[in-house]
């Protein structure tokens, strides 16, 4: 693997005082928001870590330059960094002087981060080892926290299903500050401080990944007295499938429980509860219309099932579909509509005969679409979450107007997913909003993905069908319980034991997100692709000196600022504080500013 360029910063700021802990930063040209990624271009693992930390780092606009311990045998004046990360498993291959000097700067105050498992016998009571015990290779088997280290992270309790990881079997001095352990007590996050400075260490390789990219920003701020950083500061709710044809039929748990089809199901009791949850929780919902659920992969490109999808309301014949579908643009406050697809069959090569027949069947379901709504729809949510070059391009060429594409966050790239929130790697005019999580409760996973991504960029995009009432085991007995969506065969308002149905746990999911994260906004994808593309078009870094914010964006864009309760910082008309909370003497801020600005941090 080539070695990666040094990205140099070239910062002018002041750095002393405002209470802070700046000991090791006495020079006047260090940015609070300044890290060193040390890496080594040779080390696998570390670079994948590596990676993912400068992306995150980036995204976040907090400011870092990487040096590459294959390419530089000795490292920069630590002092001028406030906060330095380690991003090597081979510790021990840093020589002497790389280690004194390490030593040397946290003993002085300043902050280090190993951000993958790693050891080196020089360096254990850095990081709170007994180097009198040679650590041995584990297995980390799942992940809960001990203390709150993110918005949500105590409630986090991954098992070995959603992560087994490569750990190291230390033994630990007293001094230790365990944070995080395996589901069997093996620490895997922990904090230690040695003379004035503290260190905190990852025992994983799991920083790699998408998934724990609010832990390492988390991990970063918790170094920081004062942290600007970038975010998208809005949430998408989506439900897909909706409006859709349905059967009309007598499905359970729903007609026992409510009386009522599958039919009367979607277009009376879920539509006034997702309205409910709206006004309860200031949601707005992203839908996306399907036109039918046949296998059509050839001419003709009917709508049988939508158009007899037909209920007898007070004498007369209502086509339900189309009813709800003006129902949703009628109500714009609350609902934004835009495009599933012709059928349910995804737009890939290997399930269209050509990509002629793909636009086809897109070319019937524009016709269709303008027969509710005058506008075009601007965005697109793929069938089965998947979509390939080919299918892409078709979209592109019969639907030009949609501008957003809400597939996967994860799963696979060739799929048209693995998606980051900005331009399309397809299509750079396309932004792409991905889905993290879907359901009407979340699984530990999911519970963690959503808080993860919060911390990191500021946004939780989820969705929800219809029909995941009806997949359960009582109706599918044969699918493997992997494959169902309501797997605990839950109810919608619940039984006789209380509130525990589909309804309740998805406002839970509502009201956790809530208490964890007070700024969430929720709002329609044609809104929040503005915001998306701006940041993610936007490389700048904002600068914390001793008094001052300095921003230097040249669009909108949305802040975190935290600031120690003792403080606040003066506003322009360049700046605009959106919400305000204060956890533990902290104070964090939810800001838009519309262009690069100065403003001063001042006492209270």
Known sequence: MKSRKIFVSIILCLVFGIGLNLNVTKSSTVNHQLILLVYNSRDLYGTSVYQNVLFTLQKNGIDSISWDLNRYENLPLLSSYPIVGLVTEQLYQMNRNTVLDIKEYVNHGGKLIQFIRGYSEDMAELFGMDKEYMPTDITIRGLQFLHSFFPGSINIHLDSESLSDDGMNYAYLKSIRPIATSEDNIPVLWENSFGSGRTLFWNCTALNTKAFRGFIIASVTRFMEISVRKVIGKSVIFVDDFPSSSWNAKLEPTFSELGVTDTGFYSKVLLKDLEKLAKDFFIR?????????????????????????????????????????????????????????????????????????????????????????????????????????????????????????????????????????????????????????????????????????????????????????????????????????????????????????????????????????????????????????????????????????????????????????????????SIKILTKETIDHRTKYLAEVATGTTVNIIPK
């Open 285 to 573: 919902y992203s839908t996306v219309a399907v036109f039918n659920y046949n296998n059509q992969k050839v001419p003709p490109f009917g709508f049988t099932d939508w158009d007899n999808c037909n209920v007898v309301e007070d004498s007369n014949s209502v086509n339900v579909p189309g009813q709800m579908f003006h129902y949703l643009l009628a109500h714009p406050d609350t609902f934004s509509v835009g495009l599933h697809g012709y059928n349910h069959i995804q737009l890939t090569k290997d399930q269209w005969e050509s990509p002629a027949m793909m636009q086809e069947s897109l070319a019937s379901a524009r016709e269709k679409w303008f027969q509710y709504s005058k506008k075009p729809p601007t965005f697109y949510v793929p069938p089965m979450n998947e979509i390939d070059e080919d299918g892409f391009k078709s979209l592109n060429q019969i639907f030009p107007e949609i501008n957003s594409v809400g597939s996967l966050y994860e799963s696979e790239a060739k799929l048209g997913c693995n998606r980051e929130f900005g331009n399309d790697p397809w299509n750079p005019s396309i932004v792409s909003i991905p889905r993290e999580t879907s359901g009407y409760y979340l699984n530990s996973y999911d519970q963690m993905l959503a808080c993860s991504t919060m911390e990191a960029f500021g946004i939780w995009t989820h969705f929800i069908h219809p029909d995941d009432i009806y997949s359960n085991p009582t109706n599918y007995p044969t699918l493997p319980i992997e494959w169902i969506r309501n797997p605990e065969n839950l109810s919608w308002y619940g039984n006789a034991t209380g509130q525990n149905g589909l309804f309740y746990r998805l406002k839970d999911v509502f009201e956790s997100m809530q208490t964890n994260f007070p700024w969430i906004e929720y709002d329609f994808v044609p809104n929040v692709r503005t915001h998306v593309k701006n940041y993610a078009e936007d490389t700048s870094c904002p600068i914390v000196t001793q008094n001052q914010i300095i921003f230097s964006n040249q669009s909108p864009i949305r802040y975190l600022i935290e600031l120690p309760e003792a403080y606040t910082f003066s506003l322009s008309d």
